[in-house]
């Protein structure tokens, strides 16, 4: 069995990605390695189907219900500094200079660590600009935002605001498959789950050895029990990195699921070697007792 106290701790993780994954090996890479798989959703919860598009049911934050709550918890002197930019920005009519002010907005809301507001001036700023790098810049805060949202509403503004800014990235560059991975997790986050996996199989059909995109469609494939196409994915990624985590981690539940134990004992032993910590180990240790 796996120790109470670890125990405890998946019960108090938030997704941290969008993938979600029916593998408790798949929270142990969470735990130790900030990994890019997250534990399965409680019973009843809205996950992504793998076969089609399901989409979030959980109503959207609202900005104004965000900025409401961060303006609370910003000390008076931040309040004030705030307040002055935006009577400053409430004179502008220049695009321009708009888009200067909103990056300013952005890095002082930034500096009193409340996030969402700083990515969205930051997103409003790019937006004005039509820069790539910002674009690039704001849709990764509202990525990251979402991975981490501690509520499904906040979860699916988030990822709502990602795609867009992602979409306004491919928009200036449609060759930027950066771009297109995270916009494909971003899609299956929010529901939309065989937009995204077209917008994966789209980019491995120009790189099939692009690690993120084989990564996600691996997680996918066993999401939907596709077995063996998500065994070929992690093995595509342990090619050309043999110790690549997320790809042991994978590979070793996708063969469990299979029923091949021994294979997967074998690739849960690789990873700890590769992690080479002792905590680590005593939940691998641990989870193959689970299944062995």
């Known amino acids: 069995m796996i120790s ?16 979600t994954i029916a593998a408790a090996v798949a929270l142990i890479a969470i735990l130790y390695f900030g990994g890019n798989i997250v534990p399965p959703k409680k019973e009843g919860a809205n996950t992504p189907v ?4 399901t989409p979030h049911s959980v109503a959207p934050a609202s900005f104004d219900s965000i900025l409401s ?15 002055t930019i935006e009577t400053q920005l409430a004179a502008i ?6 888009a200067v002010v909103f990056d300013t907005l952005a890095k002082v809301w930034q500096r009193h660590k409340q996030g969402p507001v700083a990515a969205y001036y930051y997103l409003l700023a790019a937006k004005l600009d039509n820069s790539e790098k910002k674009l ?5 805060l509202f990525l990251d935002l979402a991975r981490k949202a501690n509520s499904e509403s906040a979860q699916a503004w988030s990822g709502q605001m990602a795609i867009d800014g992602f979409n306004r990235v491919l928009s200036i560059n449609p060759g930027n498959d950066t771009a297109k991975v995270l916009l494909a997790e971003c899609y299956i986050g929010t529901g939309q789950t065989m937009d995204g996996v077209m917008m ?40 050309q990195e043999p110790r690549n985590i997320e790809a042991l981690l994978g590979l070793a539940e996708a063969y469990k699921n299979d029923g091949d134990k021994e294979k997967a004992i074998n690739l849960l032993e690789q990873s ?10 005593k939940d691998i240790d641990a989870y193959i007792k689970s299944f062995k």
């Open 50 to 53: 793998a076969s089609g598009n």
């Open 272 to 281: 700890k070697q590769v992690m080479n910590n002792p905590e680590f180990s």
């Open 93 to 98: 009519r220049d695009s321009s200079r708009m």
């Open 4 to 19: 109470p106290t670890f125990a405890r701790k998946l019960q108090s993780l938030r997704p941290i990605h969008y993938i």
């Open 136 to 140: 690039t810049f704001a849709a990764q």
């Open 200 to 239: 994966l199989r789209e980019v491995t059909e120009k790189d099939p050895n692009n690690v993120p995109a084989n990564l996600i469609l691996g997680q996918q494939g066993i999401v939907s029990g596709q077995l063996d196409k998500a065994m070929a994915r992690f093995e595509t990624v342990l090619k």
């Open 69 to 83: 709550v961060a303006r609370q918890q910003l000390p008076a002197h931040a309040a004030e500094e705030i307040k």
